[in-house]
């Protein structure tokens, strides 16, 4: 006789980008095995595709990591984890005080964080950004997709390719040019030749894009002083 194999429970989750209510069950024993084997590896582009993995399977195949902003991500991973874990995790932060030294090496402290605390911090941002008095540039949140493979590329570099993939459309006072009707040499022409002020101007909307915030505090183990820090992006809540 087979063993009875039981149901999992049911959540929801509502997208801090666009307010859409998800679905999603913990994930299993095999399924966090192999998170567990991409952390160990130690390497980031792994890690990053068994994430996307696992939100596929515990959204019932509904959710495609893909196309979701990052924050969406983050965030339904975040939920996903609590569930699945539990509430808090330990984590390491280093000692930030410039005398705090020993073999050469800084201390550090750990705080125990309640993940259903890691707030959404910052609002939506205006999307429409004149780069001059006849010309603007409309962008949306970059997709998981769009910051895939960009670790490979120099500082510069990324910069373009993120600016180049979240244009929506480019407009000026009698026409919309849509991103998706242009080639990508046509977009990466028209992103390399803004001036450095322009770049500047419009790079502004990703520094305000909502992300996954928490301060914490803990005591240095090794020199005794407490540390303050932000902890910012899904990567510090793993």
């Known amino acids: 006789m087979a063993l009875p194999i039981q149901t999992a429970p049911k959540y929801n989750c509502i997208l801090p980008s666009d307010g859409k209510e998800v679905k999603y069950r913990p994930f299993l024993v095999k399924e966090q095995k192999m998170l567990l084997i991409a952390q160990e590896e130690n390497d980031e582009a792994k890690i990053f595709e068994a994430v996307k993995d696992l939100i596929r399977s515990v959204t019932f195949e509904e959710i495609e990591p893909n196309e979701l902003p990052l924050i969406d991500m983050e965030y339904l991973f975040l939920k996903i984890r609590a569930r699945s ?4 995790a330990k984590i390491s932060i280093g000692c930030n005080d410039p ?23 910052g609002d939506e941002p205006e999307n429409k950004i004149m780069i001059n008095d006849e010309v603007g540039i409309e962008l949306k949140y970059p997709k998981v997709k769009d910051i895939e493979g960009l670790n490979d590329l120099d500082q510069g570099s990324q910069t373009v390719e993120v600016l180049k993939r979240s244009i929506q459309s480019v407009f000026d006072s009698e026409n919309v040019y849509l991103a998706s009707e242009q080639t990508d040499k046509e977009l990466h022409e028209f992103v390399e030749n803004l001036t450095v002020q322009q770049l500047e101007d419009v790079t502004v909307f990703f520094n305000e894009i909502p992300r996954l ?6 005591d240095c183990k090794l020199c005794g002083k407490e540390i303050k820090k932000n902890l910012i992006g899904l990567q510090n809540f793993f």
Not at 106 to 121: A, F, H, P, R
């Open 213 to 218: 915030e928490k301060e914490v505090v803990a």
């Open 85 to 88: 874990v539990g509430e808090t």
């Open 99 to 121: 005398e705090c030294d020993g073999s050469g090496q800084k201390g550090s402290g750990e705080v125990v964080v309640n993940l259903d605390d890691v707030e959404v911090v």
